[in-house]
């Protein structure tokens, strides 16, 4: 082909379920004259088929395969086949933005750079987030075109994924990836591309989506000596290269970034790190400090840096394994130590010798802001406050309002919230910060403030540290539910510079109250228009238009808004529905569901559907009374028309939220996602007493707003099984990110081995039984086919059959974590808890709730040879094992009344 502006080279390796996205985003460039080199590394699924199907389709696309070996000499490969003007180098698994290799290319050749680079932006399954260490690069005040000695940030990029590098440079200067190393794989060439080059075009442009996929699985998999080799390697070239083109005065950025990566590698991995290995891992770290200037770790901030630093350079074979058996212990409790008047860090216990690297001269303040709104003169504030790295056990937390003008403070106490979640989001529970959190308050200003300009700030006290900060608005949504307000003898104005909290309030008259209202309505104006003429969202502006035309009529009907997810009626919502429908309660009550679902055949006989997505959908959920769901609101009932009226007009949502849940909460502590300030429910409803202590002691939530009824879906609960059938029915693991990672999984690969296992087969053929397996819906969307176990093992994936349907005609179920298991109890049936990775779970998945295993309904079991003795005991008709979940405190029965309770909770709030 003719030369090419840009090769692209992408190497795959088992990328059968992303590749794809990857090549078909290559497709949709807005660039022409592009060579795609497509390397096939070894693959052993379908991905060397895929790859030559497009480049048999298109005559740009260039296939190679070749055996497995090291990414790097693949990428080697891919380099010499490149005839491009650029070269690009990205994974199988990354997306690009289809104008992002025209803006990169014409960057460059209009600037005559030889590297162009924009921003990335990272993915999961769950979330989108932009690359930490690219912040300090794309710094509004930083030039376009720049040079690395004049602009060392440059030096940070941390990948190759997102640049486009001129093939000239490399040949010239016989840049390639060093093929010896794994880890930091990108580093070296980009850096010797950026020493090499005269010009770089920087673009702020997200140019690329990266797929983040890291778990504890590929942190367990790299906690090798051969990673820290590579890291050791990557140093020692690096080092050598500046010396060797003399810029070794511009090392330093670098230099921190590496002696930083390496520790917070250390740190990530001594869990897994085999103890038998330590000396091996001392001398590599040894080698990797004394690499390391004294000046770096002299000014390094970090206050176990220098201990870190000590300890290698001293290479005392005690000591690391004591700082390893430390860093790998995850019961440790790690808040600040006082000795002798003054606050150190931890290590300060175990390392006395070195205390004086450890005090804590400073601490730092972390504060959150959940609920802030303004109504006429009346400040709503809620969220949470703590100091860092310390207990804080009976912490003080306090507003103050301080006046520009004179430096008056009015002070405002905080009623202590307990939030056991902020322990276990912040530190995995080695710090203790419950008390960090603080009752939703309202202030009345004008009560308290004389006429002024205001300062807000938040302070918290614990023992005999203070710290006090601005009140800091992260989030535009939490601002916008403050605007300016006027009373009858006040105007009261809140304003953000750095989004920090400022109030000007002032005694007024008529005129002066007009001006504010004034100033408000402009700047919703402004705002709606935007919406129209910059963004082109008409649909949001109509919203607009018509709530202002229909508001007063929908609200008139007191409507209430029924659902569940965008595309089901099976749960506690439908079942809530119909027995509001079928005995004619309320009028205007109405279920959300797309026609297009399955579910909705079940669900439209009871009449009174909304099509979600629709503009009635939107209006209604801005004018209803009440909007209940047995799931999260905001992720399935909110339009995206909805969230974006909210932000200009916060006040338009006047209706109570009720959750009428999915199951029953104890298991495991959830309460960092459904806690009051964060969710905001004015009804919870929960199914026994020993529950709702637990919501309204951890989540925020008054006694009255916390209702025992039970679950609505239990009256339709009966016992229709046969007494042969075995339902195994797991919950997820939010490590599992993509097919390859769930069909290597430790978790997927017990269920497989279980319903592989001969001796499994022998006891179903034996005793006539069947098993139905069920895997959550969050597994079956990155699980590929399985195989077919046996004729008396099938598997039903979401919409063949509903999990209530499931559970009535099952006689025994296999699960791990799942509240399903308290429905199957509620009709007196076995429960085996197959909690094979108890720690694990309650590590990274969740925290662990008030219900313990001791506590549990049934067997609790971690081996594939306790399940079958259990399946045994069943088939046996073991009397004290079928008794077992007979007496379950967790859960309240009642005659068909849990729809019945539900709706008399709901109407009555």
Request: charged letters at 25%.
């Amino acid at each position: 082909m003719e030369k090419a502006k840009i090769s692209i080279v992408v190497v795959a390796h088992n990328h059968e379920d992303v590749l794809k996205d990857c090549l078909n985003s290559l497709l949709g460039q807005s660039l022409t004259n592009l060579q795609i080199i497509v390397i096939d590394n070894g693959s052993t699924d379908n991905s060397k088929k895929l790859i030559e199907e497009y480049s048999n389709s298109h005559k740009n696309f260039q296939s190679l395969s070749i055996d497995f070996t090291a990414k790097n000499k693949a990428r080697n490969i891919g380099l010499q086949e490149a005839i491009g003007e650029f070269i690009a180098f990205i994974d199988a698994d990354d997306i690009v933005n289809s104008s992002s290799y025209e803006k990169l290319y014409d960057g460059a050749t209009k600037a005559n750079a030889e590297i162009a680079l924009g921003n990335i932006q990272l993915f999961n399954g769950t979330r989108k987030w932009e690359h930490h260490d690219l912040k300090s690069i794309f710094k509004k005040d930083l030039p376009q075109i720049r040079q690395f000695d004049q602009q060392p940030e440059l030096l940070l990029n941390p990948s190759i994924k997102n640049m486009i590098i001129k093939r000239s440079i490399l040949s010239d200067n016989q840049i390639q990836f060093n093929e010896n190393i794994t880890e930091q794989q990108d580093l070296l060439f980009t850096q010797q591309s950026f020493i090499c080059s005269n010009k770089v075009y920087v673009t702020s442009d997200i140019v690329i989506n990266v797929r983040d996929l890291t778990n504890s699985d590929v942190i367990k998999q790299t906690s090798t000596l051969d990673f820290f080799n590579d890291l050791l390697i990557t140093q020692t070239e690096l080092l050598n290269y500046y010396k060797l083109k003399d810029v070794t005065s511009h090392y330093a950025h670098i230099e921190k970034k590496l002696w930083d990566y390496y520790l917070t590698s250390l740190l990530t991995k001594a869990y897994y790190f085999p103890s038998e290995q330590f000396d091996e891992l001392l001398t590599i770290s040894s080698d990797f400090a004394n690499n390391m200037s004294e000046n770096q770790i002299e000014h390094n901030t970090s206050k176990i840096s220098k201990v870190f630093y000590t300890i290698f350079v001293n290479k005392v074979s005690e000591e690391f394994n004591l700082l390893m058996r430390l860093l790998s212990d995850r019961t440790l409790q790690k808040g600040a130590v006082k000795i002798e008047g003054n606050y150190y860090h931890y290590f300060a216990k175990y390392f006395p010798n070195y205390k004086e690297y450890l005090e804590i001269k400073a601490f730092n303040l972390y504060q959150k802001i959940e609920i802030l709104s303004l109504r006429e003169d009346r400040l709503q504030v809620g969220g949470f406050a703590f100091i860092e790295e310390i207990n804080n056990d009976d912490s003080i937390k306090e507003i103050q309002f301080t006046n520009k003008s004179n430096g008056q403070v009015i002070t405002v106490t905080l009623e202590t919230l307990e939030r056991s979640d902020l322990s276990y989001l912040f530190s995995k529970n080695s710090i203790n910060y419950n008390d960090g959190g603080y009752k939703t308050t309202t202030i009345e200003l004008s009560e308290i403030l004389p006429d002024g300009d205001y300062e807000v700030s938040i302070s918290v006290t614990v023992e005999d540290i203070t710290i006090k900060k601005p009140l800091h608005i992260f989030y535009f949504s939490t601002k916008a539910n403050s605007k300016p307000a006027t009373t009858k003898t006040h105007s009261i104005v809140p304003y953000f510079p750095k989004k920090n909290l400022h109030i000007r309030i002032k005694k007024t008259g008529l005129l002066g109250r007009l001006k504010t209202k004034i100033q408000k309505s402009f700047r919703d104006l402004v705002y709606e228009f935007g919406l129209l003429v910059l963004r082109r969202e008409w649909k949001s502006f109509l919203i607009f238009f018509l709530y202002r035309l229909t508001n007063r009529h929908y609200r008139n009907k007191h409507i209430w808004l029924i659902g569940e997810r965008k595309d089901t009626a099976q749960d506690n919502s439908y079942h809530l529905f119909k027995y509001i429908q079928k005995n004619n309660l309320r009028e205007n009550c109405y279920y959300l569901i797309d026609k297009n679902a399955k579910d909705y055949e079940h669900i439209k006989e009871f009449g009174n559907i909304v099509q979600y997505g629709s503009i009635k959908h939107t209006l209604y959920l801005l004018t209803c009374d009440k909007t209940i769901n047995a799931y999260s609101e905001r992720a399935n009932m909110y339009t995206h028309e909805y969230l974006q009226v909210l932000k200009c007009h916060p006040e338009w949502q006047q209706n109570q939220k009720i959750l009428i849940q999915h199951g029953v909460i104890g298991v495991s502590r959830v309460n960092h996602v459904l806690n009051k300030n964060r969710m905001g429910y004015s009804l919870f409803i929960v199914s026994s007493d020993f529950e709702k202590d637990h919501i309204v002691n951890e989540f925020g939530y008054a006694e009255n707003e916390v209702a025992v009824t039970g679950l609505a879906r239990w009256d339709a609960l009966e016992n229709t099984g046969n007494g042969k059938t075995i339902l195994i029915m797991p919950t997820w693991r939010n490590w599992n990110k993509s097919t390859q990672q769930l069909m290597n999984s430790e978790y997927f690969n017990r269920y497989l081995s279980l319903l592989s296992n001969p001796d499994l087969h022998q006891i179903l053929e034996d005793n006539d039984l069947n098993i139905i397996f069920y895997p959550h819906y969050q597994t079956q969307v990155y699980m590929k086919d399985v195989p077919d176990f046996h004729k008396r093992i099938k598997v039903i994936r979401q919409g063949e059959e509903t999990v209530q349907s499931l559970l009535k005609r099952s006689d025994l179920l296999i699960t791990d974590y799942s509240t399903v298991s308290f429905d199957f109890s509620y009709m007196e049936k076995p429960v085996i808890f197959y909690q094979f990775d108890y720690k694990r779970f309650y590590y990274e998945h969740y925290n662990q709730g008030p219900i313990t295993q001791e506590l549990l309904f049934g067997e609790v079991v971690s081996e594939e040879e306790q399940v079958l003795n259990g399946i045994k005991k069943f088939a046996n008709k073991d009397q004290q094992f079928l008794e077992n979940t007979v007496e379950n405190p967790f859960v309240i029965k009642t005659s068909k009344q849990h729809a019945k309770l539900n709706y008399e909770a709901i109407a009555n709030r």
